[in-house]
């Protein structure tokens, strides 16, 4: 991640899209050309490619979205390529994220230009404070090279938003604006103890214009030395993720470190006090502890006991492994509880592994473009399980064809949207087929597993009333199949005409 420059407005938009379900989109979306909000769409939608290679969009407040929060992700191919696809994590499918349009785009080339560009974008009218600090040492040594990380803060959300570097004289200038949130500063240098100073508020620095140079001493660090170990042998866990923390609820970490091969780590940049410690690892269930950490510290063990683990790889029908594949996970329906997939890419290599899953019953597919695993492989997994399964590409989803058509005296917008919804979503692949429509207001969906849907009309949010025509669309089992719907869809709006 780059850093960020000398002078940026700093973004306090707490968006949670790292806490939504993943979904993938074409590989060839990658020629979409990144920006930054100098050239971002005029109607101020911003995008970032999550981890999982899904599109993750915000509007200004009051966007239209593409559909209602309770409905899944879209799902958008081009009209001239229907290879070409996009899939996005949020219900906004903003027009300037698709590689093909002739528009500016909107995506952003990294999670932190993406903060940043939010909050830009929306606090442009706000005024700006400029903090100037100064970081000595505990003999009033000016310190250069101290990294000043920065967060913003709402309620107990933090987003990072870059760091700054203090100069020769130990001097650095913060451009904060301000408004209704508070920012957070952690201090880190090598050898020195980190020093976090949260909660600043900018009306608390100044209306406007310089607030006074603020002075942060740091002091020499403290070292904790421990091993990770196994909790069942006592074997060494190498590459676990060692996190130290003020307390358990704390969001902003003082310092870490990963274990060697061996299991040992050293975690310095800490103060003479009590820390509680967050320790992960792929494959194994995360330990927090509470003040068990003390700097200098006595060498301490930590046990992480084994996780639940579903891995495997994804061929296409060839037994060629198959990289870029949607690979979903469906816990079997509990009475009572909503169940969400759980759902990822393959690698490269068509390999795929997850872990943290509850025991249970689920099924797996696998998705890239038309090709399915289907019927889907249904795996009991037990605690502290590992899974590991096989998945092939050789069934092709139907198409399914159709027409929608306003009633008299009524107008579709460009927002309409048709859209399939599985009857049991369960054991249906956890992505609705979404159609645009053409001028003449036909749609088509690809990739359609066989079964029973629903068939629903979307403008924008709003949901329209089938007055005539097909309410319901059967898929057949049989492979590679058009379903074609005989009657147009006749709609209207959902308030009485």
């Not at 070292?223 to 609820?249: F, H, I, M």
């Not at 692949?429 to 029973?452: I, K």
Request: proline share 8%; hydrophobic share 40%.
């Amino acid at each position: 991640m780059r850093r960020a420059p000398a002078k940026f407005g700093l973004c306090a938009a707490a968006v949670l899209f790292f806490a939504l379900p993943a979904c993938k989109r074409s590989v060839q979306v990658s020629k979409a050309r990144p920006v930054d909000v100098t050239s971002a769409s005029p109607r101020g939608v911003l995008c970032v490619e999550q981890p999982d290679a899904c599109l993750y969009c915000v509007g200004r407040e009051g966007e239209t979205a593409f559909l209602e929060a309770s409905q899944s992700r879209p799902h958008v191919c081009d009209p001239k390529d229907t290879e070409e696809c996009v899939e996005f994590c949020s219900t906004l499918a903003p027009s300037c994220a698709l590689p093909w349009t002739p528009e500016p785009h909107c995506v952003l080339d990294s999670d932190l230009a993406f903060h940043r560009a939010v909050f830009n974008r929306d606090t442009a009218d706000r005024p700006e404070v400029i903090l100037s600090g100064r970081v000595t040492d505990e003999a009033g040594h000016r310190l250069e090279g101290v990294h000043v990380d920065i967060w913003v803060a709402r309620g107990t959300q933090f987003t990072p938003l870059g760091d700054e570097v203090s100069a020769k004289d130990g001097t650095f200038k913060l451009h904060l604006r301000n408004g209704p949130w508070t920012y957070a500063l952690r201090l880190r240098r090598p050898g020195l103890a980190s020093e976090i100073v949260d909660r600043l508020a900018p009306d608390k620095l100044g209306a406007t214009g310089t607030a006074p140079t603020r002075t942060f001493r740091m002091g020499p660090e403290s070292v904790a030395r421990g091993r990770v170990v196994d909790a069942e042998t006592g074997a060494p866990v190498a590459d676990a993720l060692l996190q130290a923390v003020r307390s358990p609820e704390e969001a902003l970490e003082v310092s870490e470190t990963r274990s060697a091969a061996d299991g040992t780590f050293a975690l310095g940049g800490l103060e003479a006090r009590r820390y509680s410690l967050r320790v992960s690892k792929f494959g194994r269930k995360s330990v927090t502890t509470k003040n068990a950490l003390s700097a200098p510290a006595a060498r301490l063990t930590v046990k992480l006991s084994q996780g639940t683990v579903i891995r495997g790889i994804v061929h296409n029908a060839d037994g060629t492994p198959e990289p870029n594949v949607t690979v979903a996970a469906v816990l079997s329906d509990v009475p009572g509880a909503p169940t969400l997939p759980i759902f990822w890419t393959t690698d490269s290599e068509g390999s795929f592994a997850q872990d943290h899953f509850a025991p249970g019953t689920y099924y797996l597919w696998a998705r890239r473009g038309d090709m399915l695993a289907y019927p889907p492989e249904k795996i009991e997994l037990v605690d502290r399980g590992d899974v590991a399964v096989e998945l092939r590409l050789d069934h092709k989803g139907a198409r399914v064809t159709g027409q929608v058509i306003p009633r008299p005296g009524y107008r579709l917008s460009s927002d309409t949207r048709a859209l399939l919804l599985g009857r049991a979503p369960s054991l249906a692949f956890p992505r609705p087929a979404v159609g645009a429509l053409d001028q003449d207001g036909r749609f088509l969906f690809t990739g359609v597993l066989p079964g029973r849907y629903e068939l629903s009309v979307r403008e924008g949010t709003r949901t329209l009333t089938i007055a005539q025509g097909p309410r319901d669309v059967e898929v057949p089992i049989d492979p590679d199949t058009t379903v074609a719907l005989k009657e147009p869809v006749v709609v209207r709006a959902q308030i009485a005409e």
